[in-house]
């Protein structure tokens, strides 16, 4: 229960001065704390008979009260800090229950749910789920690994823990993060047809946001959103009591007391209570300049600006109280206030000249009049038909249904409005005529009322007036007249007046107590049918209180009067109810500060007919209605606001920091509300307001917790602009106070905003809150200024955000070593130093990129930001530089594992236009050039031994064969290069052959060449040298060396070729050797890969002497490969040389050819012999087609397959050609003609089929012979008829093959 004497109540045993100081001080509402004290005063009345009795432990007796006294007053301190909180919490009642300056702001930005430790281990745990395909979504590798990269980053981050922890983390920031790595993913992808990147991202998102929410209920979640969100926005009266006493920690009923005995509920109380202070805070100016009691200002003629400021702050609260609407109160009275400037309102604040008019006064009444039915009706017959009407002085007539006489009731109710306070009201029963000519239906009788609004509600019984020879003398009608109460009528009812002004006698007159606006109120006297009030009298000036009877003045039994200057109005009434009842009201309307006291004989007397409430609860004893009466009745102007308001925001701030939303600092709409309608009301200064809001956002982010910047940058302005002079709310005035606190708050921000910058990666990691690293920032250079219109140089921001990066790269730096677990130990193995290298250097990069992707915001603050990033940047990769060398020193001699770091480190280097060929990139470059000098001299020599020990000992088997045969064929030895390649499966060629194998034949020596010319070139181009000269000088360096391997490959198979060639038989048995084919394919793929190893980039510039090197091993190809071709035809045409000497021995007039002629001729007599000419055609063309063959399937190229084709043609052609010119004068033997005539058919249609064009097919070599054998063949015919067997130059498919 509410007990101000919970300190008192500990008998005679206390402690008289807590006991004093307790009854000056407010009540408190803390039973347990009266327990806690009483306990103490008996543990002091024990103790002293015991201190008494043992003097030798005086020592122990001392410790003891020691110990009690520390009790006491931490006892006495609570309870004084209890009592100030109560105090408090009844001027934010007072603010809630009527607001009239602020509203609750609609346009703030919506925060999100905290994110907390559970939720964030929940979190990971779905993402791992995700990672290890324990769910259901379907997904691409590329969105895999940006999961994976998101996870191992972000999630697991001790920064993200730490955020969580600060309370400053939300799901929308681990969207927003997910967001920005994925978006720098996404255009990083080639394009893909038909698919935007936009959609992929929206896809992705969509994704995320199903592994985040897991399997929880959608609509469970959408609902518990919908409900935050609306918390966050606009909150109700009670939800606002709530809050404030959650903040302040009041109890229920404690709240339930002060609600009631603040009489929250009655609007009327609470306007007048605001008149009240209203008037205390003017009477307060008033004495401070009469006193001159002014606060200490920073210039003494502030002083009369001070008091111009206090009035005009005064003035305003009126003009904002005046410009609301009088409304009905009652527990259901919701309002919704603007802050509204000052109108022009009748009425003019502070002009006491100005005289209300009666038209000004203006009342509507509803009134409601229900007829249940009529009895003693006995003049007419029971089946006669009977109504009633009802009317209204000077408004329309109403009629009920008609009705028996037998039975005349109705129930029926009617409903009229008037502005008369005192109407007439008629109501006639009436019965049908039934005579003929009667036009008028017949009155029976009538009743006429005079209705108020503190009438009955229910209905009653009224004698009506009859005619005087009626049968009907106790006819009575039972009815209920209803007048409802308007607005702005606060009080009515009949007194006694008299008056020196209006109302000069003492008469009972009908008076009613109107509100006109918020600060006008009138007590007006009414006739009856009159809707303006006869006379009034306005309240404001008047003080209204209690009085004894006055002599001589007859009617009405208890007294009360109103009192101004030159006047005095008596009123009297008949009852003592209605009395406090009048009383109470005009109290409230004059807005006078002595409140009324009933006289003593009076106090218990209960007011039964008043439609307000008691002061303070029934059931509460006197010193429970003291302790009530001291919190609500304390005079706010005499109190110290803006410290009880520094207490208030303090609390309000702990329990926003403490709620379940991400605020950063930011109050909800609904706290918003209330602190500004507190400082409105009670004076509380802006600058006051926001340095302590200062002090409490810079406790909290001293202790880690995440508070925007740009809140913190939003009350710092306030306050130098108002310590400067700019009034920013209006206030001139500076006092030494305000000037002092915040000097120390500059410097205390400044101090804290230089630690911020400093580690930065730490306050705002991953770049949340968003947009704060810019805001501090910006915050900082708004602290640096001296005064708000000197700017501060840039040099000296530069200067400062400078060093504060500089001790940013060291800080970083060794979080990165604890991080990563990397103690310097100069004993370690070179291997394992290389290896923590490396992955201190994915981590370095890591961090940079993270710098680069989530802090770049400062540019848009300064524009030197990203040059101090990258100094910062270069700091802390020197702090790498020097670890990275000690360990690249203890590396062996000739040792390549270092080259993976160079890439790893080159890689990001060259891509940041800032780092690249910086100072740390340079000294990296020093450290590899005379690494990657020995590594190509000795690649270089290494591949030169290789050429000439694999040539030595080529067999020239292709490698396709040789791939076929690889558990026998032992491959051609790699190089020891720094590349990852393929371990060799044991059932497949190695996968660096799978291209050479589908395209080539090539020999195992030239293959390993150009694979190891390529690897080596492809190692240097992945080396990405930064420094132009330097790669323009590596890769000519590798061309040269490509093209004198290239020239020495070509003229060593051109050797082996020459000798295979001269071995070669030149019989019709001969056939192209496989190793002969393998040289052809040697030589091609050198031309092709000529031009991939030995052509610079066409964007360099190439000289004349390059261009002269190069053209000449092309030369040298093309030069082999002419040679090559035509020592192959050669062979070809020996061939046939050798066939066609054969057929030369049947010329005409030789003796061989008598001889085989008669032979044969002779041997046919007796033997079968068979067809002349035959075996030698036959073999001629099986020569032919078989070496076509071999050419056309061992041989790549097609082009040079058909070049030898063509020549191999052309020749064979010309060879018959000149054969047979040889013979013009001789006719051919029929086994020359028939051998010619099949190896020249059979030889055309071959090449043909081998895709011989016929402008070769038919060249005059061709149709030469073609003629010569035609004319041979027809004299043949001639002379020996089938002698030829069917054998014939012209197309036929019906020879034997």
């Known amino acids: 229960m509410l007990d101000p004497s919970s300190s008192e109540d500990t008998g005679g045993e206390s402690d008289p001065e807590v006991v004093e100081e307790a009854a000056r001080k407010p009540a408190s509402l803390s039973g347990k704390r009266a327990n806690s004290s009483r306990a103490g005063g008996q543990q002091r009345e024990s103790a002293a008979p015991g201190g008494a009795a043992a003097k030798g432990a005086r020592d122990g007796a001392d410790a003891g009260e020691d110990e009690e006294r520390k009790e006491r007053e931490r006892i006495q301190r609570e309870e004084e800090e209890r009592k100030t909180k109560l105090q408090i919490y009844v001027f934010v009642l007072r603010c809630i229950a009527y607001p009239f300056n602020a509203k609750q702001p609609t346009d703030m930005a919506r925060r999100q749910q905290k994110v907390n430790k559970q939720q964030l281990q929940a979190v990971k745990e779905r993402f791992l789920a995700f990672l290890n395909g324990e769910t259901q979504i379907v997904a691409d590798e590329a969105f895999c690994n940006a999961v994976r990269s998101y996870y191992e980053g972000f999630l697991k981050s001790e920064r993200v823990s730490r955020m969580v922890q600060s309370g400053g983390c939300s799901a929308n920031d681990f ?10 993913r996404i255009r990083s992808l080639p394009e893909i047809d038909g698919l935007s990147k936009e959609t992929v991202l929206s896809s992705w998102i969509a994704k995320y946001d199903a592994i985040y929410r897991g399997e929880e209920d959608m609509r469970r979640q959408t609902q518990r959103a919908h409900l935050s969100a609306v918390s966050e926005l606009i909150l109700s009266k009670e939800q606002l009591y709530e809050m404030f006493q959650q903040i302040l920690g009041i109890r229920k009923f404690e709240h339930q007391l002060l609600y009631n005995a603040c009489q929250l509920d009655n609007v009327d109380e609470q306007a007048a209570q605001i008149r009240r202070e209203l008037d205390g805070r003017l009477q307060l100016a008033e004495k401070i300049a009469r006193e001159k009691k002014y606060p200490k200002f920073i210039s003494a003629d502030m002083e009369a600006l001070y008091m111009e400021e206090l009035r005009s702050s005064v003035n305003l609260l009126m003009a904002n109280l005046e410009s609301l609407p009088v409304s009905k109160g009652g527990p259901d009275f919701k309002q919704k206030l603007k802050r509204s400037p000052l109108n022009n309102s009748f ?10 008019s009666k038209s000004d006064v203006v009342l509507s009444f509803t009134l409601e009049i229900v007829i249940v039915e009529v009895q003693g009706l006995k003049s007419v017959a029971p089946n006669r038909i009977v109504y009633c009407t009802m009317e209204v002085e000077g408004g329309e007539k109403l009629q009920t249904d008609q009705a028996e006489a037998a039975r005349p009731q109705w129930e029926t109710q009617g409903d009229f409005t008037t502005t008369h306070p005192l109407p007439s009201v008629k109501v006639k029963l009436f019965t049908e005529s039934t005579g003929v000519l009667a036009l008028d239906d017949k009155e029976l009788g009538r009743v006429v009322l005079n209705p108020t609004t503190n009438g009955p509600k229910q209905a009653e ?128 309307a004059t807005g006078q500060s002595y ?91 802006g600058c006051h307001r926001h340095l302590s809001y200062l002090k409490g956002l810079m406790d909290y982010s001293e202790n880690n917790a995440l508070v925007d910047p740009t809140l913190l940058h939003y009350s710092y302005a306030f306050c130098v602009s108002h310590v400067h002079g700019n009034r920013p709310d209006g206030m001139g005035t500076v006092t030494a106070e305000e000037k002092e606190q915040f000097e ?109 992707e989530h802090h770049s915001e400062g540019r848009e603050a ?137 395209n080539t034949n090539g020999s195992a020596t030239s293959e390993d060449l150009f694979w190891k010319l390529d690897a080596l070139q492809m190692f240097v181009l992945d080396l990405h040298w930064p420094e132009p000269e330097f790669a323009k000088h590596l890769e000519q360096r590798l061309k040269l060396m490509a093209s004198d391997m290239m020239e020495a490959c070509v003229k060593r198979t051109k050797s082996a070729f ?126 032919i087609r078989q070496n076509q063959d071999i050419l056309r399937d061992r041989v790549n190229d097609e082009v040079y397959v058909e070049d030898v084709f063509d020549q191999w043609y052309t020749g064979s052609m010309k060879a018959v050609c000149v054969w047979l010119t040889d013979r013009l004068d001789l006719q051919l033997h029929t086994y020359q003609l028939k051998t010619l005539i099949k190896i020249v058919k059979k030889t055309y249609r071959d090449f043909r089929l081998q895709g011989v064009l016929d402008g070769t097919l038919n060249n005059k070599s061709y149709e030469t012979v073609y003629n010569r054998l035609t004319v041979e063949e027809a004299t043949a015919a001639v002379k020996a008829g089938d002698g030829l067997q069917g054998i014939s130059m012209r197309d036929s498919d019906e020879e034997d093959d």
Not at 1081 to 1107: F, P, R, Y
């Open 175 to 184: 969207r927003e993060v997910f967001k920005k790595n994925i978006e720098r």
């Open 347 to 356: 009425l003019d604040i502070g002009d006491e000249g100005d005289i209300l």
């Open 461 to 588: 019984f009224h004698r009506m007036v009859v005619a005087k020879n009626s049968q009907d003398t106790e006819l009575k009608i039972k009815l209920a007249v209803r007048m409802d109460k308007p607005p702005n009528m606060k009080h009515s009812g009949y007194l006694y007046t008299l008056g020196q002004r209006v109302w000069k006698r003492w008469k009972k007159r009908y008076f009613v107590l109107v509100q006109v606006s918020q600060y006008t109120f009138a007590m007006c006297s009414y006739r009856e049918k009159k809707a303006e009030p006869q006379e009034l009298m306005q309240l404001e000036g008047y003080t209204v209180d209690y009085c004894d009877p006055q002599p001589g003045l007859q009617g009405g039994r208890v007294f009360f009067n109103a009192v101004k200057e030159g006047d005095l109005v008596m009123f009297a009434c008949d009852d003592e109810p209605d009395r406090v009842l009048w009383v109470q009201a005009m109290y409230r």
């Open 595 to 685: 409140k009324p006291v009933p006289p003593l004989q009076n106090k218990t007397t209960n007011c039964r007919g008043g439609i307000q409430k008691p002061a303070s609860p029934i059931s509460l004893d006197p010193s429970q209605r003291q302790g009530v009466e001291e919190l609500i009745s304390a005079a706010p102007c005499r109190l110290d606001h803006a410290a009880l308001f520094s207490i208030l925001q303090k609390h309000t701030l702990q329990h926003r920091m403490n709620d379940s939303f991400s605020c950063l600092g930011w109050f909800s709409p609904g706290q918003v509300f209330v602190l500004d309608e507190y400082c409105a009301r009670y004076g509380v200064r």
């Open 744 to 852: 120390a708050i500059r410097s205390r921000l400044m101090a804290l905003l230089d630690n911020q910058i400093t580690h930065f990666r730490y306050c705002f990691p991953f770049g949340r809150p968003d947009g704060a690293l810019k805001a501090t920032l910006s915050l900082q250079e708004r602290v640096l200024m001296k005064d708000i219109t000197t700017p501060v140089p840039p040099v000296d921001m530069k200067n400062l955000v400078q060093r504060c990066l500089e001790k940013a790269a060291r800080i970083n730096y060794s979080q990165l070593m604890e991080y990563a677990q990397i103690k310097e130990d100069s004993q370690a193995a070179p291997e394992k130093r290389l290896e923590d290298m490396m992955r201190l250097g994915e981590l370095c990069i890591d961090v940079l990129q993270q710098n680069d």
């Open 862 to 998: 300064f524009s030197w930001w990203p040059e101090l990033m990258a100094e910062h940047a270069e700091s802390f990769l020197s702090l790498y530089r020097a670890d990275m060398d000690g360990a690249l020193q203890v590396q062996p001699v000739d040792s390549w594992d270092s080259f993976p770091l160079f890439q790893l480190l080159n890689n990001f280097l060259r891509t940041d236009p800032h780092l690249c060929n910086g100072t740390f990139h340079k000294h990296l470059q020093d450290l590899f050039v005379p690494l990657v000098v020995r590594y190509i001299d000795l690649m270089e020599s290494s591949i030169a031994q290789s050429i000439h020990r694999g040539f030595e000992q080529e067999t020239w088997q292709s490698v396709k064969s040789l791939t076929n045969n690889l558990a026998n064929v032992p491959l051609p030895k790699v190089p020891s290069l720094p590349l990852t390649l393929p371990q060799m499966p044991s059932f497949s060629a190695p996968a660096w052959m799978g291209p050479l194998c589908e």
């Open 1058 to 1183: 020459d000798a295979k060639m001269q071995k070669a038989s030149k019989s019709t048995d001969f056939r192209v050797p496989l190793s002969v084919c393998t040289m052809f394919n040697v030589l091609m793929d050198a031309k092709k890969q000529c031009s991939k190893l030995c052509v610079l980039d066409t964007g360099q510039e190439i000289d004349k002497q390059w261009q002269q090197y190069h053209s000449k091993i092309d030369v040298l190809i093309d030069e082999s490969f002419k040679e090559m071709i035509s020592s192959l035809i050669s062979k070809f045409a020996g061939v046939l040389d050798g066939a066609l000497s054969k057929l030369s021995r049947y010329d005409e007039g030789t003796f061989f050819s008598s001889f085989l002629s008669f032979t044969v001729k002779a041997a046919a007599k007796y033997v079968e012999v068979p067809k002349p000419g035959m075996d030698l055609a036959d073999t001629y063309i099986t020569f």
